[in-house]
């Protein structure tokens, strides 16, 4: 695995690397510091993230969260002018180093952005076009992935019917579970969200909070939300950034009912802005 | 970048606080009108004090309906949180205060219009503590002071001390005053709910801790 990130193009997919050890990380973030040319978004911070957990990033808009969650795909490497200091170990290796095969990070660091953005394709090929990629041909392997993803993201029974329909007939709600299916189809470790449900009814927003909670049985996420009561229903813990610094992280029951730090009191009980 | 983004929340919290003050203010009444009706043998207000007991008892509805209310509507977190636990609790600990005035009361009008078998000194020496205890820990709790209200649970162990030694005493005088075993019983249970005034104070003292700090204490060893 720690070589592959260096050399592999292609992956396993059949075979998944996760391990279900409470309490180990999975990520170790080492004195981040992100840059976009001069100004400095990120401010040199520390933290572990656990594996086969839930992990929220809060804090007011323009604190960092996107960017921190986007480095640690190497996302930022598609914006002009953005680079990083410091280390997120993943495997044993700084995830920031130039060496770093990027396309096979990506697969074992997934995302899902705010705004769901499926191909202009059906709902089998918004699935199956990056396993195709990825080096899978046959058609029996694909569709077993298409069905085992969707109903992963919940999305199986409201689809199984018109598969090969454009993606775009779905609803908002479905188009970003099925932009969640895309991404557990390439079996990650870690997937990263950036507010995915901002955008949802309060439905659609119910079954991503229920997937994303049964998603941590096999994968760690890193989730960024607005919605002070999606990050306490959620996660396992919560990380309160301000000005691009970590403020305070901790457990999410002892963050939402006794935080260490006033201003993280201010900020969830919603007395600043 | 701090201005208050919560001004009617705060509005609602305001109005629930001073419910509970009202509500403290009634019940630290009825307990010292039991008192006044016990040393006057006064059963005018006696009767008066069982009477208004519905006061409390609605005041106590209305600020659980408030609580409750708020808790759903505004997502409350950390000490926003903990003081709408703390409402609920500490009127609840109020309500039955509200009781033990009535309790006092009703024994007031049990023991009626016969002559108190000696002067009473050693149970409103009592109960003054007990009162005390209880101001204390209602300006605790108004001034979400943890060190009064820390200040107030350390008497809860004399006023303990106080109530075994009473008891002791008064029933010493039934074998040689036969005929006041009703006046001798009732004074000791008033004893008995002077203690509990302490107990409730300590309680409500309790909350105020818990309320600045997030942490569960016991000040009632
Ligand atoms: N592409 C970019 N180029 C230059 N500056 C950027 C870029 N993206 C973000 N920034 C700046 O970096 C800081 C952090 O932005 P970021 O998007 O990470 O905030 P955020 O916490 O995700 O906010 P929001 O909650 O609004 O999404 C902001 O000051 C922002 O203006
Ligand atoms: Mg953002």
Known sequence: MVTALKERTTMDVTAPSHHNDRLESILSVNNLQIFYGEKRAVNGISMEIEKNSVTALIGPSGCGKSTFLRSINRMNDLIPGSYAKGEIIYEGLNILAEDINVTALRKEIGMVFQKPNPFPKSIYENITHALKFAGIKKKSKLDEIVEESLRNAALWDEVKDRLHSSAYSLSGGQQQRLCIARTIAMKPNVILLDEPASALDPISNAKVEDLIVDLKKDYSIVIVTHNMQQASRISDKTAFFLNGDLIEYDRTEKIFTNPSVEKTEEYISGRFG | ?221
């Open chain 2, 1 to 221: 970048m701090f201005m208050n983004t919560r001004s009617n929340f705060d509005e609602s919290l305001k109005e629930l606080k001073s419910l509970q003050l009202k509500m403290a203010d009634e019940a630290e009444t009825a307990i010292k009108n039991a008192m006044l009706s016990l040393l006057n043998q006064d059963i005018e207000l006696a009767n008066k004090v069982i009477n208004n007991d519905n006061i409390i008892d609605d005041l106590e509805y209305e600020i659980h309906e408030k609580a409750l209310m708020l808790i759903a509507m505004q997502s409350p977190v950390a000490k926003d949180l903990r003081r709408l636990h703390v409402a609920l609790r500490v009127s609840s600990e109020v309500e039955r205060l509200g009781d033990i005035a009535v309790n006092i009361a009703k024994s007031v009008v049990h023991i009626g219009d016969e002559k108190h078998l000696k002067e009473l000194i050693d149970i409103p020496r009592m109960m003054e503590m007990a009162l005390e205890m209880l101001t204390e820990a209602i300006t605790a709790f108004y001034a979400e002071d943890p060190a009064l209200a820390k200040k107030c649970a350390e008497k809860d162990d004399q006023v303990d001390k106080m109530f075994g030694e009473l008891v002791k005493e008064l029933l010493t005088y039934i074998p040689q005053n036969p005929d006041f075993t009703n006046q001798i019983i009732q004074l000791a249970f008033v004893c008995r709910f002077i203690e509990r005034i302490a107990d409730h104070s300590t309680n409500i003292a309790e909350n105020v801790v818990y309320l600045e700090t997030g942490k569960r204490f016991n000040l009632n060893k």
